[in-house]
């Protein structure tokens, strides 16, 4: 189902540093995934995606997993830039529909 | 390429007013359009979905009369939020699809949003 959140959760990382930002997806029947970067004032940026057949998908300086056994998604950003500060979002597919479901989000703090 | 505009950017009105918002795909038709709204600190929700030419279809929960949508042609798609009241206030994200058949059949292209202030 849809995620809401009040208190979104920070990643503090070191510029410089890889992070890994996770999600946990709701509908097992999901067929396509997508990371969206979200900056203040701004719609959300895509970064990359991954179909449900696929289990890693390459971009550059990031990296999607997908684990459909336990229905989790992780992005991985290697090499963390201040640039990429912002609140990032995972969001699942539904077949029926074929709409968007959006998780909670994540806020990724870089430290230089 | 797949720019998506939203107009305006911010608005802010008085409560009881109507407020219109467009979404407009720039370089591509697209034949679906979303509707998000987005609270501070939470999430995306989507609202309603729009194909063009035909009703939109809601969310459960999110009002039709209160937030009128319109897709009129295959490049721009409206919402209406009508009698806006100060529990309105949020940020406004449309996206579009193309419906092209592929890799980019279920790829949305997210416009940059329009921030409501209701008084």
């Known amino acids: 189902g849809e995620s809401v959140g009040l208190h979104l959760p920070t990643l503090s990382v070191q510029e410089g540093d890889n992070s890994i930002i996770n999600c946990a997806y709701s509908?097992?029947?999901?067929?396509?995934f997508i990371w969206y970067k979200q900056e203040s004032g701004k719609g959300p940026q895509f970064i990359i995606d991954?179909?449900?057949?696929?289990d890693k998908r390459q971009g550059q300086r990031v990296t999607v997993l997908l684990n459909k056994t336990v229905k989790h998604l992780s992005l991985q950003i290697a090499a963390t830039q201040p640039g990429d500060s912002a609140v990032y979002f995972c969001?699942?597919?539904?077949?029926?529909?074929?709409?968007?479901?959006f998780g909670a989000g994540t806020i990724l703090r870089v430290k230089s | 390429g797949a720019v998506v505009s939203q107009h305006p950017s911010r608005v802010i009105c008085k409560s009881g007013t109507s407020v219109k918002i467009e979404c407009r795909s720039l370089?591509?038709?697209?034949?679906?359009m979303f509707w998000y709204r987005q609270f501070p600190k939470q999430s995306l929700m989507l609202m309603a979905t729009?194909?063009?030419?035909?009703?939109?279809?809601?969310e459960q929960g999110v009002e039709k009369d209160k937030f009128l949508i319109n897709h009129a042609s295959l490049t721009l798609s409206t919402l209406t939020v009508t009698s806006a009241h100060p529990e309105d206030s949020s940020f406004y994200i449309c996206?579009?699809?193309?419906?092209?058949?592929?890799?980019?059949?279920?790829?949305?292209?997210f416009g940059p949003g329009t921030r409501l202030t209701v008084l």
């Open positions: 996206s579009a699809r193309e419906g092209a058949s592929g890799g980019r059949a279920n790829e949305q292209f």
């Open positions: 509908n097992s029947a999901s067929d396509y």
């Open positions: 991954i179909r449900s057949n696929m």
């Open positions: 969001a699942e597919n539904h077949p029926r529909g074929n709409k968007l479901v």
């Open positions: 370089d591509f038709q697209a034949t679906t």
């Open positions: 729009s194909n063009e030419g035909s009703k939109a279809t809601y």
